[in-house]
């Protein structure tokens, strides 16, 4: 049995992957990231949950929601660069937290260079599309306190 939940949290538009901009995300569908998270997880002895919401204040509430557990990847999309609540969120949660972007961030637009979350996550994996997410799922991993 699975010894603590990670959880994994998506934010907008994130659900239109496989068909959204496919010269940037590709073809690989929320779906696909879902089922790579849970192998990820599984094979650190952690539990899943996975979630997607186009919704700010409802991200905040799933970061809430975390508190407690082992840790979270959060994706959240466009509001990594304009939401000040997610950030606050992170913070007030003390849950660890890795920041992970499909696309290379700063290969793009400049407003996307900059992220209101990356100061207060334990780190920021970008460019590995969903690899990114198995890595996020590792990292928290191998942070994991040794027990006696």
Do not use: W
């Amino acid at each position: 049995m699975p010894e603590q939940f990670v959880h994994v949290l998506n934010g907008p538009n994130l659900n239109l992957l496989g068909t959204r901009e496919p010269e940037i995300y590709g073809t690989t569908t929320l779906a696909d990231v879902e089922a790579a998270c849970r192998a990820a997880a599984a094979g650190h002895k952690l539990d899943l949950v996975f979630r997607q919401t186009n919704h700010e204040g409802e991200l905040v509430e799933q970061i809430h929601a975390a508190r407690g557990s082992f840790g979270v990847v959060l994706n959240a999309g466009a509001y990594t660069h304009t939401s000040v609540a997610l950030r606050d969120a992170i913070a007030a949660s003390g849950v660890p937290t890795v920041e992970v972007h499909l696309s290379n961030v700063f290969a793009r637009e400049a407003f996307r260079h900059h992220s209101y979350l990356s100061p207060v996550v334990r780190g920021v994996i970008c460019g590995f599309g969903l690899n990114g997410y198995v890595l996020g799922i590792a990292a928290l991993a191998a942070a994991r306190p040794t027990l006696p």
